[in-house]
């Protein structure tokens, strides 16, 4: 994105405004900065076929002049790199060109106006910067929306100018310049560092995602390389014993096994940074549908070394008790470490492990791109480490007070939680962490699949038809109902304006003055739709003041999205203060209303009464329903016919279009999620490793005492069952609570789960902790007794 932000924008600087043209002052003001290429932006209607209609399709209609593209190469599918097409021609994207039927040299309608198609787009340099569009590109010369009377007064576009600037002047310099001369042209402007916002708000909260997947499958893998490395020199721990009694010290000690750990931590690290590179084209390969830009491989030296340096201070960390265990204890301490274990003083252990934490702390704060929620999650980390282990201590001191069962297996694996060297801290460590990620992964897609669900919604009206003439209303309601009778038509006028201030009279905000727009205040972000309503509109609650009467010829009054309003501190009473068409124009606010945004109706945050607007330029927006069961043949056909400078859009196709992305998306998340809910099952086989090590003594001892192979299954099955059972409650909670905030706090969407298919999912995570106990067990079953106590 930072590399192709000047071809992503189409220049150093973009300036756009709605319903209108540049002034001859704009414009020599814009020339003066640089090299300019001028356009316009709309939603208009393409046909083929022998009439109007018969293959009919919106289309995003780009109109550009001679300059185009200022930056970039516009490329079509036989190979060209082209500019704008020649006058009476079109480059069509292939969507619209499969939708029409058409190949080039055929002939499409656009607006009336007949054009050769003169070939099929394969790379559009802006595209990412365009933003959501209702259908295919579409790219003519500048010279056509004005005969379709695409332009006329009140009609829906955009003039877009980007500007590649002369040498020597940056590109924030010259928008604020542009700024001061014309405060109130209703110009939202954009930089090439700021080309795709909001591709570029998706990539860093999902970045942000990755780094907390990254960090969390880190301290769940910490939690393995503890275990690993502590049955790794319980092996040895013969061997560590004997060096000490030949005289080894033991920082001899500390050095040969630091060594060894630390070359397979290094080794391990680089292996991931290997594996991590040669996934990425596959990432980025996904990502490419799911974002119109041009992928490839970037290899960044110090984000590689920040992942190295995570991998490196993790395992030292996590190595470092184990370490300090068979340096610090005599040869004797050592040998009877079986029976008697090696516990190292908390105070041992506040150097190593704490300088490894505060760095593990201050890189991840370093490099995060939102501070506060990288400190939270870590916070979130630690004080999860901290109650599973407070857990265990606790299912400990409680196995030990509890009355002892009749049944022997029950006994021994109650007894087995508190005995001398049980593994339960790592177990319930190891289990709260694995069966969490099960919780988290089940919320998350339930909650994710729900909000597609709802989002989406089921039922919507059939056509949204865009720009109807105003004097033409009653002609288009009638060819709607010729055509198909009882369907039902609801339009409403269309503006488009800026809020410039808002506040107490005498007392305004401007918005130009504001350094940081508010949470949840998106409205103050440029242009928005507005209109005007003599009643209040449909699927909205006025929550605070009053509505207008009919005929309302008082002071101008608005109605505002009570969100807004809690968003910028609004009270009846205060006014706003909006740019339509280049005029300011001040309401005062008349109440606040709750607007039912998951309907696809027309939805708009600001409402004005008709005498505060009506008289601006504009056309209206409509909607069709058709009855259930009723053909909708010819109604499309009639009004591309009929109305050929609106745009007429099925909402079949915005649905799917919808549903696909959001499950894209959705797609995304969740496989990035799994990496936790790998590195948990990874963490779950080798800590049951550790334990089975550990209990090679007793089960030998038990089969040389007469227990038989059926009872020492059993003994397992028993006592990974009793963790189980305690953790599920924890991992529910600790799971539901982080799912909460990847999806609300992180990506904004409704906590949406299902829990009955979390509860079924904690359970098949119950039922494969005890197939991996049980198959843990099975090497302890083929353990020769006399082999193994000559071991010992």
Do not use: C
Not at 458 to 485: H, K, N, W
Not at 507 to 520: F, G, H, Q, S, W
Not at 592 to 598: C, L
Not at 726 to 742: R, T
């Amino acid at each position: 994105m930072a590399a192709r932000g000047s071809s992503i924008l189409g220049g150093n600087i973009e300036a756009e405004v709605w319903q209108r043209g540049l002034t001859p002052d704009e414009a020599k003001a814009f020339a003066a900065l640089g090299r300019v290429s001028t356009g316009t932006r709309m939603q208009a209607m393409a046909s083929s076929g022998a009439s109007a209609g018969d293959n009919a399709a919106p289309v995003a209609l780009k109109a550009v002049d001679a300059s185009y593209p200022l930056v970039g190469q516009l490329r079509l599918k036989d190979g060209r790199t082209v500019g704008a097409p020649p006058p009476g021609s079109v480059w069509l994207a292939e969507g619209a060109a499969e939708r029409l039927g058409v190949t080039p040299g055929g002939t499409v309608s656009i607006g009336g106006q007949p054009l050769t198609v003169g070939g099929i787009v394969a790379e559009e340099p802006d595209r990412l910067s365009e933003g959501f569009a209702l259908g295919a590109v579409a790219i003519v010369r500048d010279d056509l929306p004005a005969p379709a009377g695409l332009t006329a007064p009140g009609a829906m576009y955009r003039t877009k100018l980007r500007v590649a600037l002369r040498p020597g002047i940056a590109p924030e310099q010259a928008v604020k310049q542009l700024e001061q001369r014309f405060p109130n042209a209703g110009f939202r402007f954009r930089t090439r560092d700021k080309a795709a916002p909001g591709a570029e708000r998706f990539i860093e909260n999902m970045g942000q995602f990755l780094v907390l997947v990254g960090l969390a499958a880190l301290a769940i893998a910490g939690i393995g390389i503890g275990g690993g490395v502590s049955s790794y020199l319980e092996a040895r721990r013969g061997s560590i014993a004997t060096l000490k009694v030949l005289g080894a010290g033991s920082g001899d000690i500390a050095r040969i096994y630091l060594l060894q750990i630390g070359a397979a931590a290094l080794v391990g690290s680089l292996a991931g940074l290997g594996a991590g590179v040669l996934v990425t084209p596959l990432l980025a390969s996904a990502l490419g549908t799911l974002l119109p830009v041009s992928h490839g491989l970037v290899l960044d030296p110090a984000a590689l070394a920040r992942a190295a340096a995570f991998g490196l201070l993790v395992a030292l960390v996590f190595a470092a008790p184990p370490l300090l265990r068979a340096r610090q204890f005599p040869a004797m301490a050592l040998m009877r470490a079986r029976i008697a274990p090696l516990a190292v003083p908390l105070r041992n252990l506040l150097l190593p492990v704490g300088l490894g934490l505060a760095a593990i702390v201050a890189l991840a704060l370093a490099s995060a791109a939102n501070v506060r929620l990288t400190a939270g999650f870590l916070a979130g980390a630690a004080a999860l480490l901290g109650l599973l282990a407070l857990f265990g201590w606790a299912i400990r001191r409680l196995a030990a007070r509890l009355p002892r069962p009749q049944g022997p297996l029950l006994r021994l694996a109650l007894a087995n939680l508190h005995r001398p060297g049980a593994q339960t801290g790592a177990l319930v460590t190891a289990l709260g962490f694995g069966l969490s990620a099960f919780v988290l992964l089940a919320a998350v897609e339930t909650s994710l699949s729900a909000n597609i669900e709802r989002r989406v919604p089921a039922r919507a009206p059939d056509y949204f038809v865009l720009d109807v003439p105003r004097a033409r209303l009653g002609e288009f309601e009638s060819a709607v109902r010729q055509t198909i009778p009882g369907a039902a038509i609801r339009a409403v006028p269309a503006l488009r304006g800026a809020i410039l201030a808002y506040g107490p009279e005498g007392r305004m905000t401007r918005v130009a003055d504001l350094k940081v727009i508010p949470e949840n205040a998106w409205a103050l972000r440029g242009e928005r739709g507005l209109t005007y309503a003599d009643a209040v509109p449909e699927g909205n609650t006025v929550t605070a003041g009053e509505w207008w009467p009919k005929n309302y010829s008082g002071e101008p009054l608005v109605s505002i999205d009570e969100r807004l309003s809690d968003a910028l501190d609004l009270k009846l009473g205060d006014r706003i203060v909006i740019s339509l068409l280049g005029v300011e124009r001040t309401a005062k606010i008349a109440s606040f209303r709750r607007i039912d945004w998951d309907s696809m109706g027309f939805n708009y945050v600001l409402v004005f009464s008709p005498n505060a607007i009506q008289d601006a330029p504009h056309n209206l927006t409509a909607t069709i329903d058709v009855p259930p069961g009723v053909p909708k043949t010819g109604l499309l056909r009639r009004l591309v016919s009929a109305f050929p400078a609106s745009s007429v859009i099925e909402t079949g196709a915005i649905l799917r279009d919808a549903r696909a992305l959001l499950t894209q998306m959705s797609m995304a998340i969740l496989a990035a999620a799994s990496v936790t809910v790998l590195a948990g099952i990874a963490v779950l086989l080798g800590a049951i490793a550790a334990a089975r090590t550990s209990r090679l003594y007793d089960s030998v001892i038990m089969r040389v005492l007469g227990a038989s192979r059926r009872q020492l299954l059993l003994l397992q099955l028993a006592e990974y069952g009793l963790l189980a059972a305690l953790l599920a409650g924890v991992a529910l909670a600790l799971g539901s609570a982080i799912a909460w905030l990847v999806i609300v706090q992180l990506f904004s969407f409704d906590w949406l789960p299902d829990w009955a298919r979390v509860f079924a999912v904690l359970g098949a995570g119950l039922v494969l902790v005890l197939a991996f106990a049980l198959a843990g067990s099975l090497p302890l079953l083929r353990a020769k007794p006399a082999q193994a106590l000559r071991e010992l």
